[in-house]
C-alpha cells in the first residue's frame, strides 16, 4: 500500500452499510482574521430524491381532510462534472451547491410557516364569527318562542358550542394552537432536512374494510425509513471535528449559544416594543467649574459629556487636541456654552483660605484675659520678672543666662482671674520675635533696668509698640542696685515720646525688683487696670484661629507649634490649616506640661500633629476636613517654590549686579537650630555679616537634629554645619567624620556669629597695607656690565634701602615694579641711602628702561588679618 492510499481517510474505505451511496471525500482550508489557519475534511454523500408520494384512499364517510401543503419542488438533477475537474474545483463546487441548496430549503421553510399564520388567522377570524352568530341566535331564540305556538320545536343545531360566559375576543386563544412564544433562551428550531412531503394521517382510514394490511392495495404509500443517526458533536457549543454536508445543510445545529450580553440586549428590546417608544429626555444643564487651565478629559467629566465629543468640537475650533492635554479658560468657556452649560470661573487663588475679617455678633462675646508681652533690652531682667511673676526659675535654664527663644505662660491670680505672659528675647538678632510678640499681644511691659537706662534694643521695642498700637506699662527693674536711678530712666523716655504718668503723661510706669519680689502686686493691678480699660472679649463657639509664636521639630513628637489661640476654641481632633503647613490636633499640652482637651481665647498651647514645622508668626486657621486642608497647604507650598524659583526679567542693573554678585566669594553654611524663631534669627545675624569680598550662603536652614541628607548637601560644597542647641545623630556623625564635614556646635547666638565672622575674614586672608618710604629722582643712566644698566638717584623723601620693593614712574604711569638689587655709594655698597644724598641702583629681573627724569618710589608691605 502506498503512501498516498494510507494518507486517505478511512471513512471513505470502508463498505457503505444499506443502500449503495458514494462519498466524495475532501480537504478545505479555513483562514481566520487573527491569522490562523484550519484544515478540515469535507464528506459529500449523495441521497436519493424521491418523487412526489399520493395519498391513501379515505373511507367515503369520513369528512374529508384538510388539504395537504403543496408538494416541495423536486430536487434538480444535479449537474454532471465538468471534464478535467481537480479535487479542489470538485470540493469547492460541492460546498456552493450544498450553500444553494441549505438557503433554498430556508426560503420554503419560510414561505410555509407565513402560509400556516395566514391560515391560523382565518381559522381564528371563522370561529370568532361563528361564536357571533351563535350568541344571536340564541338571545333571539326566547322572544320567537312567546310569539309563536306552543308546541314545541326541535332545538336547532348549534353550529358552535356556546360558552358559559362571554369573552372578548381579542383575549381568547386557540386551545388547539400553541400558546404565543416569548423569548426564551432556547435553541433556534431545527430547518428541516429536504424530503417529500408527508400527507396529513387520516384516523377513519384504518377503519375501512377493503384491504386493511399493510401491504393491502389500498394501503398508503410507504414513507422513506428514517436513516440512522449520524454520529457527530452537536452537543456542543462550538462547532468540531468534521465539517460534513449534512452538518452545513443542518441549519444552525451545533452552533455557537448566544452570549448572556446578547440575551440581555434581546430582552430589553423585548421590554422595549411591549412598553413603546421611549421619550427623549431632557438635557441636564450643569454648572461647570473651570479653572484658570484644565484638561479635555477633566472638563468633559465635569460637564458629563463624551470626551470625544469634545475633542470633534475643538477640532472643528481649529485646535487638534488630545483629551490629556490643558486648554485655558476662555476655551474651556466655548466649549461649555457650546454644550448648552453654565461655567463658573474659579482660579487658583480661590483654593486659598481668606482671612475672616467679619466681627462677631455682640451677644457671642465673653471676657478673655489678657496678653502681656514683656519686651526690653538683652541682661535687663525680662525673664526674671516672669519668673518672679509665676514662681519659676527658667533663666536658670537659658544658656549664657540670656533668653533666646520666644515663651508663652498663663498666669493665675488670687481673684482666680488668668494673664498670659509672652517672654521675648532682648538680643540684637531677634528683632522679628520681637515684633511678633507686640503684633499678638493686648499690653506690652517695657522693662528697663535702673543702672542701665535705655539700650538700643530698649528703644527697639518701643517702636515695636508703636507700630502695634498697643497700650505700654513702663517696669524700672533692679531699684534694689545702690546705682540704680528711675529718675534718669523716665526723663531718657520722654526723648522718644514715652511720658510717664508721674510726669504728666498716660504711660504708667512701676519701680519693681525681680530679685526682691518687691512692687511685683503692683505690676499685677496696673496690668488688670489696662485690660479692663481695653474691654477684652472674643467668641469661643466658633472655629479657632490663632498664631505661631514658636515652632520646633521635636525628636519623639514631630513637628510641634507653639499656638496662642485669638478667637473661638482650638479642640483636639480639629482639622487646620497654619501657613504652607496643615494637619489635625492630636494633642494639646498646656505651659505647664499637663494635655488639655481644648484651649479658647488668649490661651497658649503646644498643638501636635502638624506636616511640618511651620514659620513662626503664621497664621492657624481650622477647616472643615483634612482633605480641604492639605489642598490649601499644597497651594500655598506651589506659591513659595514660585516665587524662590522665578527669576527677575534681566536687565542692565540686575546684569552688573550679578557680575559683582559673582566677583565675591561665598562661605557656604547649613544651619539647623531647635525652634523656627532661632533659625530665622541666625539666618538674619549671619546676612548681616556679608560684605562686597565675601558673602553668606545658606544651603539650608531646617529645625530639628543634623540628620544624614544635612551632613551630605554639607559635603557636597565643603560647607561647614552649624548646630544651635541641636546635635547630629549616629549616622550623621559617622558619615561627617568620614567625609571630613566640620560640626560646629553653640548654644549662644553672639558666640556664634563672632566666630562665623572670624572664620570668613580668615577665608579671605590676610589684607596688604602699603607703606611708602622713600621717594627718589633718576637723574643719570650708567651702563653696568656688558648688558644692564644702573640709575643715578637724589634721594628726595624718606630713605632708600637694599632690598626694599620699589617701583618706577614715568609720567605718572608705572614702567616697573619689582625689588632694588644693589645699593652702591661712591662704589661701596651700602645699606640705606637718606634724603639729600645721591646713590646708584641697580634692579631685579634685569631692568633696562631708565631714562633720566624717572622717578622712584620704595614702600614696604604689611600683612594684616581682616575683620568684618
Known amino acids: 500500500m502506498s503512501d498516498t492510499e494510507n494518507e486517505k481517510p478511512k471513512l471513505g474505505m470502508r463498505q457503505p452499510l444499506g443502500l449503495k451511496r458514494t462519498v466524495e471525500t475532501g480537504k478545505v482550508k479555513q483562514s481566520f482574521s487573527h491569522g490562523r489557519s484550519n484544515t478540515v475534511v469535507v464528506e459529500v454523500k449523495r441521497r436519493r430524491v424521491l418523487g412526489p408520494q399520493t395519498a391513501a384512499p379515505q373511507e367515503e364517510a369520513a369528512p374529508p381532510p384538510p388539504p395537504p401543503p403543496p408538494p416541495a419542488p423536486a430536487a434538480k438533477p444535479r449537474p454532471a462534472a465538468p471534464a478535467g475537474e481537480t479535487a479542489q474545483e470538485r470540493q469547492a463546487r460541492l460546498l456552493r451547491e450544498a450553500e444553494e441548496q441549505r438557503l433554498q430549503l430556508a426560503e420554503e421553510a419560510r414561505r410555509r410557516e407565513e402560509r400556516e399564520r395566514a391560515e391560523a388567522a382565518e381559522e381564528e377570524k371563522r370561529r370568532a364569527e361563528e361564536r357571533a352568530k351563535a350568541e344571536a341566535e340564541?338571545?333571539?331564540?326566547?322572544?320567537?318562542?312567546?310569539?309563536?305556538?306552543?308546541?314545541?320545536?326541535?332545538?336547532?343545531?348549534?353550529?358552535?358550542?356556546?360558552?358559559?360566559?362571554?369573552?372578548?375576543?381579542g383575549l381568547q386563544l386557540d386551545p388547539g394552537r400553541p400558546a404565543p412564544r416569548q423569548f426564551t433562551p432556547v435553541q433556534r428550531p431545527e430547518i428541516p432536512r429536504p424530503a417529500a412531503?408527508?400527507?396529513?394521517?387520516?384516523?377513519?382510514?384504518?377503519?375501512?374494510?377493503?384491504?386493511?394490511?399493510?401491504?393491502?392495495?389500498?394501503?398508503?404509500?410507504?414513507?422513506?425509513?428514517?436513516?440512522?443517526?449520524?454520529?457527530?458533536?452537536?452537543?456542543?457549543?462550538?462547532?468540531?471535528?468534521?465539517?460534513?454536508?449534512?452538518?452545513?445543510?443542518?441549519?444552525?445545529?451545533?452552533?455557537?449559544?448566544?452570549?448572556?450580553?446578547?440575551?440581555?440586549?434581546?430582552?430589553?428590546k423585548e421590554q422595549r416594543r411591549h412598553s413603546g417608544p421611549r421619550e427623549p429626555q431632557a438635557k441636564q444643564v450643569r454648572d461647570v467649574k473651570v479653572p484658570e487651565t484644565i484638561t479635555v478629559q477633566e472638563l468633559a467629566n465635569r460637564m458629563a459629556e463624551k470626551g470625544a465629543d469634545l475633542v470633534k468640537a475643538l477640532f472643528k475650533m481649529g485646535m487638534p487636541v488630545t483629551?490629556?492635554?490643558?486648554?485655558?479658560?476662555?476655551?474651556?468657556?466655548?466649549?461649555?456654552?457650546?454644550?448648552?452649560?453654565?461655567?463658573?470661573?474659579?482660579?487658583?487663588?480661590?483654593?486659598?483660605?481668606?482671612?475672616?475679617?467679619?466681627?462677631?455678633?455682640?451677644?457671642?462675646?465673653?471676657?478673655?484675659?489678657p496678653v502681656v508681652t514683656i519686651m526690653g533690652h538683652v541682661d535687663h531682667g525680662k525673664t526674671s520678672l516672669l519668673d518672679a511673676l509665676r514662681g519659676t526659675d527658667v533663666v536658670r535654664g537659658e544658656a549664657g543666662g540670656i533668653t533666646q527663644h520666644i515663651g508663652a505662660y498663663q498666669v493665675a491670680q488670687k481673684d482666680k482671674s488668668k494673664i498670659t505672659f509672652l517672654d521675648t528675647p532682648g538680643h540684637e538678632a531677634f528683632t522679628e520675635m520681637r515684633a511678633r510678640g507686640a503684633n499678638v499681644t493686648d499690653i506690652v511691659v517695657l522693662v528697663v533696668a535702673a543702672d542701665d537706662g535705655l539700650m538700643p534694643q530698649t528703644i527697639e521695642a518701643i517702636?515695636?509698640?508703636?507700630?502695634?498700637?498697643?497700650?505700654?506699662?513702663?517696669?524700672?527693674?533692679?531699684?534694689?542696685?545702690?546705682?540704680?536711678?528711675?529718675?534718669?530712666?523716665?526723663?531718657r523716655l520722654?526723648?522718644?515720646?514715652?511720658?510717664?504718668?508721674?510726669?504728666?503723661?498716660?504711660t504708667q510706669d512701676v519701680e519693681?525688683?525681680?530679685?526682691?519680689?518687691?512692687?511685683?502686686?503692683?505690676?499685677i493691678e496696673k496690668i488688670q487696670l489696662q485690660a479692663e480699660l481695653l474691654e477684652l472679649t472674643a467668641n469661643p463657639d466658633r472655629a479657632a484661629e490663632g498664631h505661631v509664636v514658636e515652632a520646633k521639630l521635636d525628636k519623639g513628637r514631630g513637628p510641634v507649634a507653639t499656638i496662642l489661640v485669638s478667637r473661638g476654641t482650638l479642640r483636639v481632633g480639629d482639622s487646620f490649616v497654619v501657613g504652607a503647613e496643615s494637619g489635625k490636633v492630636r494633642a494639646l499640652v498646656d505651659d505647664k506640661g499637663r494635655q488639655v482637651k481644648e484651649a479658647g481665647p488668649s490661651v497658649p498651647v503646644e498643638v501636635l500633629g502638624l506636616s511640618g514645622v511651620p514659620m513662626a508668626g503664621d497664621l492657624l486657621q481650622v477647616v472643615e476636613n483634612e482633605t480641604r486642608a492639605r489642598e490649601v497647604a499644597e497651594y500655598r507650598q506651589g506659591v513659595l517654590l514660585e516665587k524662590r524659583t522665578t527669576q527677575a526679567p534681566a536687565s542692565l542693573e540686575s546684569m552688573f549686579s550679578a557680575l559683582q554678585a559673582k566677583q565675591a566669594i561665598e562661605y557656604p553654611l547649613v544651619v539647623k537650630a531647635d525652634t523656627q524663631g532661632s533659625v530665622e534669627a541666625i539666618v538674619g545675624s549671619l546676612n548681616k555679616i556679608s560684605t562686597d569680598e565675601i558673602k553668606v550662603r545658606i544651603?539650608?536652614?531646617?529645625?530639628?537634629?543634623?540628620?544624614?541628607?544635612?551632613?551630605?548637601?554639607?559635603?557636597a560644597s565643603g560647607a561647614p554645619i552649624?548646630?544651635?542647641?541641636?546635635?547630629?545623630?549616629?549616622?550623621?556623625?559617622?558619615?561627617?567624620?568620614?567625609?571630613?564635614?566640620?560640626?560646629?556646635?553653640?548654644?549662644?547666638?553672639?558666640?556664634?556669629?563672632?566666630?562665623?565672622?572670624?572664620?570668613?575674614?580668615?577665608?579671605?586672608?590676610?589684607?596688604?597695607?602699603?607703606?611708602?618710604?622713600?621717594?627718589?629722582?633718576?637723574?643719570?643712566?650708567?651702563?653696568?656690565?656688558?648688558?644692564?644698566?644702573?640709575?643715578?638717584?637724589?634721594?628726595?623723601?624718606?630713605?632708600?634701602?637694599?632690598?626694599?620693593?620699589?617701583?618706577?614712574?614715568r609720567d605718572d604711569v608705572i614702567i616697573y615694579q619689582g625689588e632694588i638689587a644693589s645699593l652702591r655709594r661712591f662704589k661701596d655698597d651700602v645699606a640705606e641711602v637718606r634724603a639729600g644724598l645721591e646713590c646708584g641702583v641697580t634692579f631685579s629681573q634685569n631692568f633696562t628702561d631708565i631714562k633720566p627724569g624717572d622717578y622712584l618710589e620704595t614702600f614696604e608691605v604689611e600683612m594684616r588679618e581682616r575683620t568684618l
Open 722 to 809: 552649624i548646630g544651635f542647641n541641636v546635635r547630629p545623630n549616629a549616622k550623621a556623625r559617622e558619615i561627617a567624620e568620614r567625609q571630613k564635614v566640620a560640626l560646629k556646635y553653640y548654644d549662644v547666638i553672639y558666640d556664634l556669629t563672632d566666630e562665623i565672622r572670624a572664620g570668613m575674614a580668615g577665608e579671605l586672608g590676610p589684607e596688604a597695607f602699603e607703606t611708602v618710604v622713600g621717594r627718589a629722582e633718576i637723574r643719570e643712566v650708567f651702563s653696568a656690565g656688558k648688558h644692564g644698566k644702573a640709575a643715578g638717584l637724589l634721594v628726595v623723601e624718606g630713605f632708600i634701602r637694599k632690598a626694599l620693593k620699589a617701583r618706577i614712574t
Open 138 to 169: 340564541a338571545a333571539k331564540a326566547p322572544k320567537e318562542s312567546a310569539k309563536k305556538a306552543p308546541e314545541p320545536e326541535p332545538a336547532p343545531a348549534p353550529a358552535a358550542p356556546a360558552p358559559s360566559a362571554p369573552e372578548p375576543v
Open 512 to 523: 519693681v525688683s525681680a530679685l526682691k519680689k518687691t512692687g511685683l502686686d503692683d505690676l
Open 197 to 268: 412531503p408527508r400527507p396529513e394521517p387520516n384516523l377513519a382510514a384504518p377503519k375501512t374494510g377493503g384491504g386493511g394490511g399493510a401491504g393491502g392495495a389500498g394501503a398508503p404509500k410507504r414513507a422513506e425509513p428514517s436513516k440512522p443517526q449520524q454520529r457527530d458533536r452537536k452537543g456542543d457549543e462550538r462547532r468540531g471535528g468534521k465539517l460534513t454536508v449534512n452538518r452545513a445543510l443542518g441549519g444552525d445545529e451545533g452552533a455557537r449559544a448566544r452570549s448572556l450580553a446578547a440575551l440581555k440586549r434581546a430582552r430589553e
Open 699 to 715: 544651603l539650608h536652614s531646617g529645625v530639628g537634629g543634623i540628620t544624614e541628607s544635612d551632613v551630605t548637601l554639607a559635603a
Open 463 to 491: 517702636n515695636h509698640t508703636k507700630a502695634a498700637g498697643v497700650p505700654m506699662i513702663v517696669a524700672i527693674n533692679k531699684i534694689d542696685k545702690p546705682e540704680a536711678n528711675p529718675k534718669r530712666v523716665r526723663e
Open 323 to 369: 483629551l490629556t492635554q490643558s486648554i485655558d479658560q476662555d476655551t474651556a468657556e466655548l466649549l461649555v456654552t457650546e454644550f448648552g452649560h453654565n461655567i463658573v470661573r474659579v482660579s487658583d487663588s480661590d483654593i486659598d483660605l481668606t482671612l475672616d475679617t467679619e466681627t462677631d455678633a455682640e451677644d457671642s462675646l465673653k471676657p478673655r484675659p
Open 494 to 506: 520722654l526723648e522718644h515720646e514715652v511720658i510717664v504718668e508721674d510726669m504728666g503723661g498716660e
